[in-house]
């Protein structure tokens, strides 16, 4: 499975930022597709997923309210709309796809990563 994620940049604080991530057709279609990030010295972290039909998004605690995921299936494509950004928003984000049966907002659900696309934001 190939991902490729994109959108990422250096932002000040509040500021908005939308990153997007595209996969294969088939992968698209089937499976919850999510994004996580990890901080330097840090874990990798969940963000957020979206069911295949894209009508179930789940966020964690930390972006709920300031960050949304969409997916646009004619591009094969999701997105993660930023808002607010904060400076402990500052990571690298990657896109997954879940391929596991349990929690889909754990990070053992998801066994195909993109590479990633820094984030940082400035006080």
């Known amino acids: 499975v190939q991902l490729q994620a994109s959108g990422g940049g250096l932002v000040q604080a509040g500021d908005s930022l939308r990153l997007s991530c595209t996969a294969s057709?088939?992968?698209?279609?089937?499976?919850?597709m999510g994004w996580f990030r990890q901080a330097p010295g840090e874990d990798r972290e969940f963000v957020a997923t979206?069911?295949?039909?894209?009508?179930?998004?789940y966020y964690a605690d930390s972006v709920r309210g300031r960050f949304t995921i969409s997916r646009e299936r004619a591009k094969n494509t999701i997105y993660l709309q930023m808002t607010d950004l904060k400076r402990e928003d500052t990571a690298v984000y990657y896109c997954?796809?879940?391929?596991?049966?349990?929690?889909?907002?754990?990070?053992?659900?998801?066994?195909?990563w993109g590479q990633g696309t820094l984030v940082t934001v400035s006080a």
């Open positions: 979206i069911s295949p039909s894209g009508g179930i998004p």
């Open positions: 057709a088939r992968t698209f279609i089937s499976n919850f």
């Open positions: 997954a796809v879940r391929t596991g049966t349990g929690d889909p907002k754990r990070r053992d659900e998801y066994d195909s």
